[in-house]
């Protein structure tokens, strides 16, 4: 079958939602060898992604999570995978010689400002190699351990408003995948389909997205797979998060359907700055970076985690707009809700008898 698959690949031909579907299927269940699978996930990246192909992958994923929580009024926030970015990706978003990232972790704030000011966020996201700066290399520096058993990521969300959950601990007979995919060294149908296949029935997300040509598959494929409404974003500069240095595309799905649009900082009254007032650096610095931020320091840094969190704020729900969004994620920061939740995850997240120490 997977043979059939690269053949169809290799002749420029998009593979049939039930086809993707029993493809990924068998390679998360370990039946796909991983010569055939490098080679056929290599092909579909040079072809180009398909709706169609996206939607039978996210079905698998689905299909492959343990279940452990579903929501009503939650969505699911998911960041970059880092462990599988294009050479051209790495130059733009880490620093040279692996000594730091080219942003701090935006989305790891977001998601505790976002909790803060009364969101439930579900954070999915797969290991990167030890060399690059994850954002569960910056989770352990804040005091947080990211490899929770998903019941106590279960019970971190319903006391804190925000889990972290990775690939890893859901769906371990996927390990082989995870090394192709790591050995592969650029992004694959994985990282697209993998954020809009979350394992707790969200019916919300908010995601950044690498490549402009992933907003115009946004809306098919996540209704396809059960989203209801979200937004993705793709910014200047700052690629997979919204961005206060330059232009963000948005494409904002909803009820009646979907807009993309253009969104400046200014239009929030936010300052707009260069990419160097935003750098990021190791885990430890930007671990630093996010508890300033959280204590209330003002600044650029603190404006681009606003600007996320108004955003993820209306996509979930939260907010009817931005400028609302803006306002509760202020209120978030000042009232030192957002810190708190971070004092509480960490606490949470280190129970002794529940955390799984990383490989």
Same mark, same amino acid.
């Given at each position: 079958m997977v043979a059939r698959c690269l053949r169809a690949v290799i002749q420029g031909k998009d593979l049939s939602?039930?086809?993707?579907?029993?493809?990924?299927?068998?390679?998360?269940? !370990?039946?796909?060898?991983?010569?055939?699978?490098?080679?056929?996930?290599?092909?579909?990246?040079?072809?180009?992604?398909?709706?169609?192909?996206?939607? %039978?992958? !996210?079905?698998?994923?689905?299909? &492959?999570?343990?279940?452990?929580?579903?929501l009503r009024d939650g969505f699911l926030s998911l960041d970059r995978e880092e462990i599988n970015l294009d050479q051209e990706t790495m130059d733009r978003t880490f620093l040279p010689n692996n000594r730091g990232t080219a942003t701090f972790n935006v989305s790891t704030a977001t998601a505790l400002v976002v909790a803060g000011a009364g969101g439930r966020v579900v954070r999915h996201a797969s290991l990167v190699p030890s060399q690059r700066v994850g954002t569960e290399h910056v989770l352990r520096e804040l005091g947080i351990q990211p490899e929770?058993?998903? /019941?106590?990521?279960?019970?971190?969300?319903?006391?804190? !408003?925000?889990?972290?959950?990775?690939?890893?601990?859901?769906?371990?007979?996927?390990?082989?995948?995870? =090394?192709? +995919? +790591? =050995?592969? %060294?650029? +992004?694959?149908?994985?990282?697209?389909?993998?954020?809009?296949?979350?394992?707790? !029935?969200? &019916?919300?997300?908010?995601? %950044?997205?690498?490549?402009?040509?992933?907003? /115009?598959?946004?809306?098919?494929v996540a209704r396809a797979l059960g989203v209801g409404r979200g937004i993705m974003v793709h910014g200047e500069s700052t690629l997979d998060e919204a961005s206060i240095t330059g232009t963000t595309l948005l494409c904002e799905l909803g009820p009646c359907g979907s807009d993309t649009r253009e969104l400046l900082p200014q239009d929030l009254g936010l300052r707009r700055c260069s990419p160097e007032e935003i750098r990021g650096g190791t885990a430890r610095q930007n671990a630093l970076v996010i508890r300033d931020i959280l204590k209330g320091a003002p600044g650029p840094r603190r404006d681009l985690v606003l600007l996320n969190s108004a955003l993820a704020l209306k996509a979930c729900g939260r907010a009817l707009d931005e400028r609302e969004g803006l306002a509760m994620a202020v209120e978030s920061i000042d009232s030192g809700a957002a810190l708190r939740t971070l004092e509480l995850l960490g606490r949470l997240s280190n129970e002794e008898g529940y955390f799984r120490k990383a490989e």
């Open positions: 939602e039930r086809e993707a579907y029993l493809m990924v299927r068998a390679m998360l269940r !370990g039946k796909v060898d991983p010569v055939h699978m490098a080679a056929v996930l290599t092909a579909m990246r040079v072809k180009g992604l398909a709706a169609s192909e996206l939607v %039978g992958a !996210g079905l698998a994923l689905k299909e &492959s999570f343990e279940p452990w929580v579903r929770v058993t998903p /019941s106590l990521a279960r019970r971190c969300l319903e006391e804190t !408003g925000v889990a972290f959950l990775y690939s890893s601990s859901l769906y371990p007979a996927s390990r082989l995948v995870h =090394q192709v +995919r +790591r =050995q592969l %060294g650029f +992004r694959t149908l994985f990282n697209v389909a993998g954020p809009l296949s979350n394992p707790c !029935g969200a &019916s919300a997300v908010y995601l %950044g997205v690498y490549e402009v040509s992933e907003l /115009s598959l946004f809306p098919e």
